[in-house]
């Protein structure tokens, strides 16, 4: 039976302050015994550390999850479109991390599921709102008018639910039923869509021109 001890400190200025331990290495051919003989003499609650290990490795898939949840939304531009509504949410997602600094061992689960449901919704009503400018804009409104109208009640309906609090998955529910529809007429007129951008991007640039001729 081999014995190694080796010495450790760890600094971690952010979160944990000064933590030593102290690591023992042993080489056995019996190591299994050896391992059941140290969790029943130290006590060790080996249900507790596996749900303990779950519940860690869970808590950052989420808050992977939470990150570019809310990224994607800024990305979008609901930082700016909602700005009280994005403001209030990122506030929670602050008191979270201030919480889990403090209380690292807690479960903080269903709270960053909500918030990154409710940044989700952001991003997607964003996305259904500027689709269905970029329809108007382009008068395509007419060219599929069920789907135009079925993406304007879930859109109103998504609103309501917005402008009442409510957000995760009630409110992405509807900004998706909006966006799929709106979607599906800018696919279907592409086609037009990019023609009418280029017949407006050739006036402007003619005007452009002529201003410049004139002056």
Same mark, same amino acid.
């Given at each position: 039976?081999?014995?190694?001890?080796?010495?450790?400190?760890?600094?971690?200025?952010?979160?944990?302050?000064?933590?030593?331990?102290?690591?023992?290495?042993?080489?056995?051919?019996?190591? =299994?015994?050896?391992? $059941?003989?140290?969790? @029943?003499?130290?006590?060790?609650?080996?249900? #507790?550390?596996? %749900? !303990?290990?779950? /519940?860690?490795?869970?808590?950052?898939?989420?808050?992977?999850?939470?990150?570019?949840?809310?990224?994607?939304?800024?990305?979008?531009?609901?930082?700016?479109?909602?700005?009280?509504?994005?403001?209030?949410?990122?506030?929670?997602?602050?008191?979270?991390?201030?919480?889990?600094?403090?209380?690292?061992?807690?479960?903080?689960?269903?709270?960053?599921?909500?918030?990154?449901?409710?940044?989700?919704?952001?991003?997607?009503?964003?996305?259904?709102?500027?689709?269905?400018?970029?329809?108007?804009? =382009?008068?395509?409104? $007419?060219?599929?008018? @069920?789907?135009?109208?079925?993406?304007?009640? #879930?859109?109103? %309906? !998504?609103?309501? /639910?917005?402008?009442?609090?409510?957000?995760?998955?009630?409110?992405?529910?509807?900004?998706?039923?909006?966006?799929?529809?709106?979607?599906?007429?800018?696919?279907?007129?592409?086609?037009?869509?990019?023609?009418?951008?280029?017949?407006?991007?050739?006036?402007?640039?003619?005007?452009?021109?002529?201003?410049?001729?004139?002056?």
């Amino acid at each position: 039976l081999i014995v190694m001890v080796v010495m450790t400190t760890t600094i971690d200025m952010y979160i944990n302050g000064v933590r030593q331990s102290v690591q023992f290495f042993i080489f056995s051919k019996k190591y =299994a015994e050896i391992a $059941d003989a140290i969790v @029943e003499e130290s006590g060790i609650d080996e249900e #507790a550390a596996a %749900q !303990a290990a779950l /519940l860690a490795a869970d808590t950052a898939r989420l808050m992977a999850e939470l990150t570019a949840a809310r990224e994607a939304a800024e990305a979008v531009g609901a930082d700016t479109r909602f700005p009280d509504e994005f403001a209030k949410i990122s506030a929670e997602y602050e008191a979270l991390l201030k919480a889990q600094q403090e209380n690292p061992h807690e479960d903080y689960r269903n709270q960053i599921e909500t918030l990154r449901d409710s940044y989700l919704a952001m991003a997607k009503l964003t996305q259904a709102m500027d689709m269905r400018e970029r329809i108007v804009e =382009a008068g395509l409104q $007419d060219v599929d008018p @069920e789907n135009f109208q079925k993406g304007d009640a #879930a859109l109103e %309906q !998504a609103q309501k /639910l917005n402008a009442e609090g409510v957000a995760g998955n009630q409110l992405n529910e509807q900004a998706t039923i909006a966006y799929d529809a709106y979607f599906s007429i800018l696919a279907a007129n592409y086609e037009t869509l990019c023609q009418s951008q280029r017949e407006r991007a050739l006036a402007a640039k003619e005007k452009a021109d002529s201003e410049k001729k004139g002056s």
